[in-house]
């Protein structure tokens, strides 16, 4: 037939012309390069031939063909075939094809500026003749792994984690690119790996040893993001985590270690609060607000407080009393009520809650004895959210303080009202005792204050001191100048916080005793027996009523204060512990050792040891409440 007859000398005619183009490309003397151009160029005329020819022999193409077997290619498929035959599957111009490709890609790489064009059209060419991934991806995979292998060398020898980071998310993107808009896209997912892996997976531990609590230490924040974002890519978040709990821990404990001064003692709880706001803020931004991350948050700083939760208790009570006792011109309500907020956030990592609670208790009674209250009504409020947060159990004593107040109150107002109808000026604690029935007054002198009337050469002042300045300024009524010896000898203070007493009273400020010129002590607190004091006559001040501070802290009796709360405390927990025993074995009748203590810490809310419950077993033992196992001595009985 005429139509075979005619698609056989198109092919032959295609053939021969590919052919002479072969020979005038192997003739060629130019770099590789070049040739790409050529070889492009040759191509996009190809391209160009073919498809004129298939318009003109269009009923050929579409209907003759389509008839015959499907062996036979269409004119547009044979010429792709001659084209890649006699041109592209030549070894000598395939390499050359392929080297050429590389070169400009590294080229790319280092940041030369090259004809990107030039590996699209290329790789195009490749793709549409089906020798891209035969010819050219294995290749070009190798050489980005060679390339990448040495960059990750040069970027750990000069190590700069802020730069380091940027560098990767600007690689990744950068063969992003390439692999989208010049190359093939199944190239993509492979191209990425090697991008990944060499510069990340494989360098996980260093770069985080390297620079992570650097960047936590300086407030990184856009750096850590990126930091979590190229690590979640090769499922390196859990390093991450592990250095963020590594970091919380380093700095949680330089805050415990680092603060050892009394009168700093409660900026730990301050600092600790700074730490959680700023661990708040690096998992918003930088570790996308995730959960896990809030929870090992909170396990660490219950972790690092649990090495001192008694103390951290009571510090806790402090902190929140040193901030009600302020006074309305050196906080503001609102300022104050944050605080508050902040502390009750952080009150869930303190493990002695019946610690704080006693210490609070303590606190509030301070607040309300000495009448320092000066937010009556944040007070209620914080009592409210310490009733929601630790159960209404925990706040009804402290309201039945408050309760307390307002009843002393009217006590005092009935008091005052019989002395005027009476008009007897000595009274007793009778008048209480009518009133109150089954109570018990203590006296906190080391609460007390006094007003003293003093008469000096400038006039009266009423001078507002502790009860200790009181009962030494006292001494100066029987004469005017005592040696320290005799000062001592007449209060039975003891020396060393009567050295301290005599201290606030020979200040500058308030110089409401002199000391003897002719004394061998200086103002330091350094006084001898045979030191003499005097009483001021020529102190003058523009106040009338002054109150001269007591500006140091009595160790000793803090000590014993503190010392006696926690042990008042620890005779509670083992009542509790005593009655979660009973109660266990009442319901259980017979039981092993390590199931009990497994049940009794599961059960009890304070940070009791092992050795503790022991104890309390035994005391039960010998009580009779429960015995030990004739047959076992793992296994106890409950006696009814």
Not at 61 to 84: A, C, H, P, Q, T
Not at 303 to 312: A, P, T
Not at 385 to 394: A, D, E, I, Y
Not at 491 to 505: A, C, D, P, R, V
Request: net charge positive.
């Amino acid at each position: 037939m005429k139509t075979d007859y005619l698609y056989n000398q198109i092919y032959q005619l295609c053939e021969k012309q590919k052919e002479k183009d072969y020979i005038e490309l192997f003739k060629l003397s130019i770099d590789k390069i070049q040739f790409i151009q050529v070889i492009n160029n040759k191509w996009k005329n190809h391209c160009v031939q073919i498809k004129a020819i298939s318009n003109i022999l269009l009923y050929l193409d579409r209907v003759y063909l389509s008839k015959k077997n499907s062996e036979i290619k269409s004119l547009w498929d044979m010429g792709l075939f001659l084209f890649s035959k006699f041109i592209i599957q030549k070894q000598d111009v395939n390499q050359k094809i392929i080297s050429g490709l590389l070169i400009l890609i590294n080229n790319h790489r280092i940041g030369e500026n090259i004809n990107l064009e030039l590996i699209k059209d290329t790789s195009q060419m490749l793709s549409i003749l089906g020798k891209y991934h035969d010819y050219f991806e294995k290749p070009f995979l190798i050489q980005s792994q060679i390339f990448y292998q040495e960059e990750q060398n040069q970027l750990f020898s000069n190590f700069e984690i802020s730069h380091f980071l940027h560098h990767v998310e600007n690689r990744l993107q950068e063969e992003k690119n390439m692999a989208i808009n010049q190359l093939n896209k199944s190239t993509l997912p492979s191209l990425i790996k090697i991008v990944e892996d060499s510069l990340l997976k494989n360098n996980l531990l260093k770069i985080v040893n390297l620079g992570f609590r650097n960047l936590c230490e300086k407030d990184k924040f856009q750096d850590l993001k990126l930091l979590y974002q190229l690590f979640q890519r090769v499922n390196g978040d859990d390093l991450v985590l592990q250095n963020f709990e590594s970091f919380i821990t380093y700095k949680g404990l330089n805050i415990l270690n680092n603060q050892s001064n009394t009168q700093q003692e409660t900026q730990i709880i301050e600092d600790f609060i700074l730490l959680k706001e700023y661990c708040d803020r690096l998992i918003k931004f930088c570790f996308s607000q995730s959960p896990i991350f809030n929870q090992s948050l909170d396990h660490t700083f219950e972790m690092i407080l649990k090495s001192d939760h008694n103390k951290i208790a009571r510090l806790l009570s402090k902190f929140i009393h040193l901030h009600f006792t302020l006074k309305q011109n050196q906080i503001s309500e609102d300022q104050l009520e944050k605080i508050l907020d902040k502390t009750i956030l952080f009150l869930k990592y303190i493990q002695s809650k019946d610690i704080f609670e006693a210490f609070y208790k303590n606190d509030l009674a301070n607040r309300l004895l000495m009448n320092t209250m000066n937010f009556d009504s944040l007070e209620k409020q914080f009592l409210l959210k310490l009733k929601m947060n630790l159960g209404s159990s925990f706040s009804k004593q402290f309201e039945i303080m408050f309760q307390d107040v307002e009843h002393s109150k009217e006590l005092n107002n009935k008091l005052k009202n019989e002395l005027k109808e009476n008009q007897k000026p000595n009274f007793d604690l009778n008048f209480y005792m009518s009133h109150h029935h089954g109570r018990k007054l203590l006296w906190q002198n080391s609460l007390g204050r006094c007003i003293i009337c003093a008469n000096f050469i400038h006039g009266k002042k009423n001078l507002d001191v502790s009860l200790l300045q009181a009962i030494v300024i006292l001494c100066f009524n029987q004469s005017s100048s005592l040696t320290f010896f005799q000062i001592q000898n007449l209060t039975q203070i003891e020396i060393s916080i009567l050295k301290k007493i005599i201290g606030t009273l020979i200040t500058k400020k308030y110089p409401i005793l002199k000391l003897n010129q002719n004394s061998n002590s200086n103002l330091n607190n350094n006084f001898s027996e045979n030191d003499v004091f005097s009483f001021n006559e020529k102190f003058n001040h523009k106040k009338f009523l002054i109150k001269i501070p007591q500006n140091f802290s009595i160790k000793n009796e803090e000590k014993i204060e503190n010392d006696k709360i926690e042990k008042k405390v620890w005779e509670n927990r083992q009542y509790q512990i005593d009655s979660y025993i009973v109660r266990i074995m009442k319901s259980r009748k017979t039981i092993n050792h390590n199931e009990l203590i497994k049940e009794i810490q599961e059960q009890i809310k304070s940070p009791i040891e092992i050795i503790d419950i022991n104890k309390r077993i035994n005391s039960l033992i010998e009580r009779e409440y429960l015995e030990r196992d004739p047959n076992n001595k793992n296994i106890y009985n409950y006696l009814a």
